[in-house]
């Protein structure tokens, strides 16, 4: 059984983290090229208009393999620089994987996301949590640094203030808080979950293919880059949008009031 499911379901795609057994764990051989092919394929599909990440069982991903750590094998395993070669072959072969998705992602947060795992959710678009779920960005616990890019992200997501509670505390905070510091978008019963994210894909599903992708890489340039830069990726994305197909029909269709029929041309 891969440790990475991948459904699709016409135009959305779950990828199930599959190792419940031990909580999802992340970083073990072989996961940078199974996750790097699974973001390969849902970029190449131009079918595909959302992505649903979750786990398997009871928890989304309790992050890096600690008993891994404690015996110093597999990518724990080695001097310093081999250990470095690991972290980029694999753990940021992961978040760089994920992050490189060019379609919205939502990250449906089951159970404990956890070091590795809350920073695999913040590279989702948007966290949708079960009421049971808990996050924690613990690596300063096991003596550690968000080596994962952990640094880089959560701040982007909670802020600074936020980011430096978690991580400088260690502590995990439960699901009404993770929505009210931003963590999440909206927390749900468990057994609602999937329903929940299905239901928010499908509406995301809806949306003309080309500018959905288009939307996502503005709204990514807009974290990191000038107002003037993004400015002008704004003027050039949207003349290419002007001359789509599925504009005309989008315009088409508001006009007569009726749904639109987008091909992705």
């Known amino acids: 059984m891969s440790a990475l499911l991948f459904e699709k379901d016409g135009p959305i795609v779950t990828l199930t983290i599959n190792r419940p057994d031990s909580r999802n764990p992340l970083g073990e051989e072989g996961d940078g090229p199974l996750y790097a092919g699974a973001a390969a394929r849902v970029n190449e599909d131009r079918e595909v208009r959302c992505v649903i990440l979750t786990g398997a069982g009871k928890a989304f991903s309790a992050g890096g393999n600690v008993k891994a750590m404690r015996e110093k094998g597999g990518a724990f395993a080695g001097p310093a620089v081999a250990i470095r070669e690991s972290y980029r072959n694999g753990i940021h072969r992961i978040v760089k994987s994920l992050w490189g998705i060019e379609v919205p992602m939502i990250a449906a947060v089951n159970g404990p996301a956890i070091g590795l795992g809350n920073d695999v959710a913040c590279l989702a678009d948007t966290r949708i949590a079960a009421d049971s779920a808990i996050f924690g960005a613990t690596f300063l616990k096991i003596g550690l640094v968000p080596g994962d890019g952990g640094a880089w992200l959560l701040p982007r ?8 509670e978690l991580l400088f505390a260690g502590e995990t905070i439960d699901a009404p ?3 009210s510091w931003g963590l999440v978008s909206r927390v749900v019963p468990a057994a609602d979950l999937m329903t ?3 239901k928010l894909a499908g509406k995301i ?8 992708r288009m939307t996502k890489r503005l709204l990514r340039e807009g974290i990191s880059n000038s107002f003037d830069n993004v400015m002008e990726l704004s003027a050039g994305m949207q003349a290419l949008a002007h001359h789509t197909e599925d504009h005309a029909e989008a315009v088409a269709a508001f006009l007569d009031k009726r749904p ?3 091909r992705g041309r």
């Open 157 to 164: 997501v909670i802020g600074m203030a936020r980011a430096s």
């Open 177 to 179: 808080t993770a929505l």
């Open 196 to 198: 929940e994210a299905r």
């Open 205 to 212: 599903a809806q949306q003309p293919p080309d500018v959905l």
């Open 260 to 262: 639109a029929v987008y």
